[in-house]
Structures are given as structure tokens and as C-alpha cells.
């Protein structure tokens, strides 16, 4: 609890560069006592609205609640809607001289109508802008990463396959974290695996972990040492997850598994079982980058990888217990190891 302790009071002098698919998240809540005339769905009086940030910019607001210093690099559109996440963002305090704007698309906006705590429908806009030949990220975010990466002391990327994640993007960072010796973590697309083979971790959940493993050729598998595809027991998730680490050659894996807590697969070493800390679940909506937002900046603080990944499996225990996609305060963080000391 001592050695937790100093790696939580590190956590404010930390630097954490967060790099993603922003969104705007919007709420609409309210109540129903009728169905309409109109149609066979519910009218919802509309008693609140409000918007909040989302995607990337959520794994930013987690580490500005956790009192580190954040910046956060991504692309929004020409609009409203980025201009008031942005604002969103400064209020917090984190950092915006990373996000760029291009006129090819509009920011991802996702409007939630909820009544009587239940989502009733999700509407979704955005624009998928092919950035194949890579002149957005090379005009606007690698000349601010190189400007600007010595002042990072951990990497977050956050892919949610908008477009902003590309090998470029992947290749240029894990260069630039090598030479500075920080950790580069990913909350991943599972069709992006291909591309985070020299990041130090990646952060899928067991429904990722087993796509990313069905999507191998059997020939593949049997090679890696890959016998299920099904995760469905501790024994094949350190199996299994052993050889979907030899195949993407990164240095460590951390596979979410909800209510059995989380498995840490690193290089050379014995997968580490963590057990769940939450004692009650409300909402796990949020849990994901609650666990890669604690995870990096545990090891920015100087925590090794098995110490981090515990101390993100406490932050995830206190986060399910909450309703919506609510942050970890440092006092609870604290609060959870001495609990259960």
C-alpha cells in the first residue's frame, strides 16, 4: 500500500498525450407517459440536455480527474459541435493545441435520448474521411508530435476506427516514445491490430480479444499456439492470449474480462490472473477507458506493468458502481487500497 501510495501522489506531476477519435457526446432525458399517435413509439418530454466529451476526449477527462496533465491530439469538423468540445476540454483544463480542424467532415456527434434511466434510441453523425494519403496527419499532427513529444511522459491511443488511427500515426509514435523511454498504450480496433506491433500494451476487452483471434488463419493460430477462439475460461484467455501476444509482437496485453477482473500477458513472464474488485455493478459503460486511462498513468508514475495493471483494476471496481460514464476521483483511488489492505 506504501510503494501504491507514492505512484498515486505521482499522478498530478504526469504529462499524459492522448491520441484518438473525438466525439460529442449528447444527452437528452427525460420521461414517457405516452406513445405517439404518430407512430408505435414513445413521446419523451424532454426534461434535461447536456453534452459531455467523448471517445478520446472521455480517456482525457478520466486522467484530468485523476489531476494529470493532459493533451489531447485528434481531428473535429468545421462546426459547432467542435468548437463546443473544445470548449468542453479547456474547462477541464486539458489541453487542445493538438486537435485540428478539417473542413472534409463534420465532428462526431452521438445523441442519447434516455427516459426513466433506460437509453429509449442512439442517433449517430459522422463522416468517415479517408485520409489514405496521409495529408492530414502529415500537414497537422506529426509536426505537432515532434514539436511537442518531449514534454509527454506517457502515450495514450485511443482507436475507434474514425480515422485518425493509421500505421503513420502508429510507426511516428512508438519511435519517438522509444527514444524518450515512455509507455505507448492502446485501447484498439480490432481490425487495427496489424498496426500497433511495437506499442508497449494494448487494452482489448475479452470480445475483442476473441475476434482479433478468430480473424487469424487457422495455420496462423497453430502456429502461435492458439487452440480456442472462445475465451471462456482463465485457462484459454492465458492460453490463447499468450499466442496472440507472440503473433503481435508487442511487449504486454491486458485483456478486460468484466466480472472475472483482468489478465496481464507480458513477454517472458507467467500471465498474472487479477481478480475484480467492484462489489456492486451499475454501469460498465466507461470501464474500458477507465482501465487504459489508470493503466498508462500508473506506469508514467513508475509503476511496473503487474502494478499498474492492479491499480487499474481498483479504479475499474469503483467506476462500475457508478451510473454512466463517470471518472475515478483520486481520493477514491486511495480510499480502494486502503480498503482493502
Do not use: W
Not at 485523476?66 to 473535429?76: D, N, Q, S
Not at 496485453?253 to 481478480?275: A, N, Q, S, V
Amino acid at each position: 500500500m506504501i510503494k501504491y501510495k507514492k505512484i498515486l501522489r505521482r499522478f498530478d506531476g504526469c504529462h499524459i498525450l492522448v491520441i484518438g477519435d473525438l466525439i460529442l457526446d449528447h444527452y437528452i432525458k427525460g420521461s414517457v407517459d405516452r406513445i405517439s399517435p404518430e407512430a408505435p413509439v414513445p413521446v419523451v418530454l424532454q426534461n434535461d440536455v447536456f453534452y459531455t466529451p467523448g471517445g478520446a476526449a472521455n480517456v482525457a477527462n478520466n486522467l484530468r480527474s485523476l489531476k494529470a496533465k493532459v493533451t489531447v491530439v485528434g481531428r473535429i469538423g468545421h462546426d459547432h459541435e467542435g468548437s463546443h468540445l473544445k470548449d468542453l476540454l479547456k474547462e477541464r483544463k486539458i489541453a487542445v493545441d493538438g486537435i485540428f480542424e478539417d473542413r472534409r467532415t463534420h465532428t462526431i456527434l452521438k445523441t442519447r435520448v434516455i427516459a426513466h434511466q433506460q437509453q429509449v434510441v442512439r442517433i449517430d453523425r459522422e463522416t468517415i474521411v479517408d485520409d489514405s494519403d496521409g495529408r492530414f496527419y502529415a500537414n497537422n499532427i506529426a509536426p505537432f508530435l515532434r514539436k511537442n513529444f518531449s514534454r509527454f511522459d506517457g502515450v495514450i491511443i485511443s482507436d475507434y476506427g474514425k480515422g485518425i488511427v493509421q500505421p503513420d500515426l502508429v510507426r511516428d509514435v512508438t519511435f519517438l516514445a522509444r527514444e524518450k523511454g515512455v509507455p505507448v498504450v492502446v485501447d484498439p480496433k480490432v481490425e487495427h491490430f496489424k498496426f500497433y506491433g511495437e506499442v508497449t500494451s494494448i487494452t482489448p476487452n475479452r470480445k475483442e480479444a476473441e475476434t482479433a483471434i478468430k480473424s487469424l488463419e487457422p495455420d496462423t493460430r497453430r502456429e502461435f499456439g492458439i487452440l480456442k477462439t472462445r475465451l471462456d475460461s482463465l485457462a484459454t484467455v492465458e492460453a490463447s492470449g499468450q499466442g496472440l501476444l507472440r503473433h503481435l509482437g508487442i511487449e504486454s496485453l491486458l485483456i478486460t474480462l468484466g466480472e472475472d477482473g483482468m489478465c496481464l500477458l507480458e513477454r517472458d513472464k507467467k500471465p498474472l490472473h487479477i481478480p475484480t474488485r467492484a462489489r456492486e455493478v451499475f454501469d460498465v459503460s466507461g470501464a474500458g477507458d477507465t482501465v487504459i486511462s489508470v493503466f498508462t498513468l500508473a506506469m508514467a508514475a513508475g509503476a511496473k506493468k503487474s502494478e499498474a495493471a492492479d491499480i487499474a483494476n481498483h479504479a475499474a471496481g469503483i467506476v462500475v458502481a457508478k451510473i454512466g460514464a463517470a471518472a475515478v476521483l483520486p481520493e477514491e483511488l486511495e480510499a480502494a487500497f486502503k480498503g482493502s489492505a
